[in-house]
């Protein structure tokens, strides 16, 4: 089984910043692209940013430039910096992952539970 679990959501002010992380475990053997998705209410989930196994970056227009996504693929990790935050980004976000699980021969996609982010005074 192939769990991920976020983690860095809460409160913020606005212009400020968090760091979230999703870290993947299990009987992994190899994982792709890993990405970030937000949801507000009533809407549907969106990409944020996507990074490779290589690290090629993929961002949504509304966040370039302040939103940083990388990963440490010995710890199958990813994380998501998002700097100068806005109100209008408190929603909650999910970390999805690209995984070939040991004992399979096709990938899967997995999303974790999701954290949420809110940014207010």
């Known amino acids: 089984q192939v769990q991920l679990v976020e983690s860095g959501g809460g409160l913020v002010q606005p212009g400020g910043s968090l760091r979230l992380s999703c870290a993947a475990s299990?009987?992994?053997?190899?994982?792709?692209?890993m990405g970030w998705y937000r949801q507000a209410p009533g809407k549907q989930r969106e990409l944020v940013a996507s990074?490779?196994?290589?690290?090629?970056?993929n961002y949504a227009d509304p966040v370039k430039g302040r939103f940083t996504i990388s990963r440490d693929n010995a710890k199958n990790t990813v994380y998501l910096q998002m700097n100068s935050l806005k109100p209008e980004e408190t929603v909650d976000y999910y970390c999805d992952a690209d995984v070939l699980a040991y004992g399979r021969t096709v990938r899967y996609n997995y999303w974790g539970q999701g954290t949420q982010v809110t940014v207010s005074s």
């Open positions: 990074i490779t196994s290589d690290g090629t970056t």
């Open positions: 299990g009987r992994i053997s190899s994982i792709n692209a």
